[in-house]
């Protein structure tokens, strides 16, 4: 037999029936054009959380003087925007703690979830004053017990956090920006307090 001969005969192998897989296939090279803009969404909306900073500093005028916002990027994994007291900062500068607006990068992972969360840090532990840390991550169940649903257990750097989401299957970036607002005041209105009898004793 030859090898024209051979071509001929039908393949008796059955197409992929997987309704998924399928959908995947028929449309391959639309959904990877579109997946390619993953990295181009995934900056302009870090750019938007940055923008954040000055709504957030706003806010604090109408709080008080003595409240500070920045950003602190000396995590180039984790970006985050911090509010903290100037009073409560060291000779060096730095604060024992923070409310703080913390994504990683990317923000938009491969899996196309958001890494995007707010909460009270307490620093690396390399770089954590101990004593405040122990005393704020004995205040956690007290803090999430006044914070609500759907704020999560302690993690290593935070006594009290939660995720930053929006509803449904669309990113409105406006929703996000919000959800990321209310519950960075949320938590300093709950945690500031506790802070400032910490570093007042």
Not at 14 to 24: A, K, L, N, T
Not at 79 to 94: C, L, T, V
Not at 168 to 195: H, P, Q, S, Y
Request: glycine share 6%; net charge negative; hydrophobic share 40%.
């Amino acid at each position: 037999m030859t090898i024209e001969e051979f071509g001929r005969k039908p393949l008796s192998i059955p197409p992929i029936d997987d309704p998924q897989v399928r959908f995947y296939l028929d449309h391959w090279h639309a959904i990877e054009t579109w997946a390619a803009l993953r990295r181009d969404a995934d900056e302009a909306l870090q750019d938007r959380l940055l923008d954040l900073v000055d709504v957030l500093a706003d806010d604090a005028r109408t709080i008080g003087d003595d409240i500070d916002i920045h950003t602190d990027t000396s995590d180039r994994r984790k970006p985050r925007i911090a509010i903290s007291r100037r009073s409560w900062r060291d000779a060096a500068g730095r604060v024992p703690a923070a409310t703080v607006i913390e994504w990683q990068k990317p923000l938009i992972d491969r899996d196309g979830e958001l890494q995007l969360y707010v909460g009270l840090r307490v620093g690396e532990r390399r770089r954590r004053d101990q004593q405040v840390g122990a005393q704020l991550s004995g205040l956690a169940a007290a803090f999430r017990q006044r914070l609500g649903r759907p704020w999560e257990r302690e993690d290593e750097a935070f006594p009290v956090w939660r995720w930053v989401t929006v509803p449904g299957t669309v990113i409105d970036e406006i929703a996000l920006l919000e959800d990321a607002r209310a519950g960075a005041w949320d938590c300093w209105n709950v945690t500031a307090g506790a802070i400032d009898d910490i570093l007042a004793h």
